[in-house]
């Protein structure tokens, strides 16, 4: 049974090019001309990824040696992924650094057509860690923004890694970074007819894997909360969908918004952490109810005998996207978040579930179904400029990196095994996230620096 149709059966859902958007589109534009200034503007679609070099960073003192190496191929795993860069191996260099201190020859990096270098050294101190860094503009040889010291315990070295990417990505692009996050989902495993599900979590490059239940039940829809210290997830535990909050510190959890002869499922927090809504069904309707996480009261905000479900707040939440079959088909709604009457977003042919707001606020991320193909698009929050990024067999349940650039989503082809995939907003760089197995319903976190 495809996930589509286990989210019909859990009453989760309702039972090709287009226009591209108008406007400024959140999308990359290679750097200017080779004389200017080195900067990657988010403004047109990649044509050719901008080449940067990173050496090996140096080890200061004894005990470093093991961690240099591994954060720089961390980093260029990182930055590579994005698509807007492409990394020059090391292989290729013409140039050596012999110390963090020392002047660049400059020459020698614009003899193998590099654009950015990336420096730094790490030395090791007991259990901690001090990493270096610069980055340098090699047409004008100049550095772009001051060095930068990062500190931390020797275990956290990957996270060392990733916030220096952040710091290397937004210096090139003017844009926040996404890869000192995570991301939890539900990792699969186990013949289709008695399938093993678990919550799991992972650094967002699929690092760092860890299950957080067990597998004795069906587990859908985890989401993390604002802060990335909790996470909602729904689970069959006792024979019928619940809906639970776990802390992840100490991976306690409880069950909420329950009530008596009723289904709850499809959670998501509130953008302050402070409230939950949820889809809870009872008589046959599916309504919106959002639940206050401190006083434990509870406000319907959809009033319908259709079926409304995946609600997703607006970043300022003051609104709130959702799907509904009131119209008799599956479509996207969106409504004041104390409740009013919802106006529909959605207005191409097809079937639209599944959606998100991104954290930047300008758009919805969404799963369309039309003709038998799948896609995850985009559009603006009046649902004008709809955009279509991907088309499979099925694609799914997309969300958003914290910067609002990435969309990360499940992909199924025909008798395969689920698997987690990335676009950027503009359709372009679609690649797989690694995961130790078959994977689904993933979440992102916001940055956890």
Do not use: C
């Not at 299950?211 to 729904?234: H, K, Q, W």
């Not at 995850?376 to 649902?383: F, H, Y």
């Not at 989503?409 to 996230?433: C, H, K, Q, W, Y």
């Amino acid at each position: 049974m495809t996930p589509i149709a286990r989210r019909r059966l859990l009453g989760l859902l309702a039972g090709a090019a287009t226009a591209p958007l108008a406007g400024p589109l959140y999308a990359p534009r290679p750097a200017a001309a080779q004389s200017g200034p080195l900067r990657i503007e988010v403004t047109e679609g990649v044509i050719e990824p901008v080449p940067f070099a990173i050496p090996a960073f140096l080890a200061e003192g004894s005990g470093a040696a093991q961690y240099g190496e591994a954060m720089t191929r961390v980093i260029a795993a990182n930055l590579s992924g994005t698509g807007l860069l492409r990394e020059i191996p090391e292989t290729a260099h013409v140039g050596r650094i012999g110390s963090f201190d020392s002047p660049v020859q400059f020459a020698d990096w614009r003899a193998i057509n590099a654009r950015a270098l990336i420096t730094g050294a790490v030395r090791s101190s007991g259990q901690n860690l001090s990493v270096r860094f610069r980055l340098f503009d090699v047409s004008s040889g100049q550095q772009m923004g001051d060095g930068l010291q990062l500190d931390a315990r020797s275990d956290a070295w990957r996270r060392m890694a990733h916030r220096v990417s952040d710091q290397v990505y937004a210096r090139l692009t003017g844009e926040t970074g996404y890869f000192d996050s995570r991301v939890v989902f539900v990792a699969e495993s186990g013949p289709r007819e008695n399938r093993r599900k678990q919550v799991a979590i992972m650094d967002q490059d699929g690092e760092n894997v860890q299950f957080l239940t067990d597998g004795s039940a069906l587990v859908f829809a985890p989401r993390f909360s604002p802060g990335g210290d909790r996470i909602l997830f729904t689970s069959y535990e006792t024979g019928f969908p619940r809906i639970y909050l776990m802390d992840l510190s100490n991976r306690r959890r409880q069950v909420i918004g329950d009530q008596p002869g009723t289904m709850t499922f499809a959670p998501r927090f509130s953008p302050d952490g402070g409230s939950v809504i949820y889809s809870l069904s009872v008589g046959g309707a599916t309504n919106l109810y959002v639940l206050n996480l401190s006083n434990g009261r509870r406000v319907q905000v959809t009033q319908t005998s259709a079926i409304d479900t995946a609600p997703s707040f607006a970043p300022d939440g003051q609104r709130v996207v959702f799907e509904s079959d009131r119209s008799g088909t599956s479509q996207l709604y969106v409504m004041p978040a104390g409740g009013g009457e919802p106006r529909r977003v959605s207005a191409g042919q097809g079937r639209y579930s599944t959606p998100v707001w991104s954290p930047r606020g300008d758009l919805i991320a969404f799963t369309k179904s039309h003709a038998g193909r799948f896609h995850i698009g985009v559009m603006r929050t009046d649902g004008t400029g709809e955009r279509l990024l991907t088309s499979s067999f099925l694609d799914e349940g997309p969300t958003w990196a914290p910067n609002g650039r990435v969309i990360m989503f499940t992909r199924e082809a025909a008798g395969a095994e689920p698997m987690l995939m990335s676009v950027d907003i503009t359709g372009r760089n679609l690649r797989r996230i690694p995961t130790p197995g078959a994977a689904s319903d993933p979440a992102w976190s916001p940055l956890m620096s």
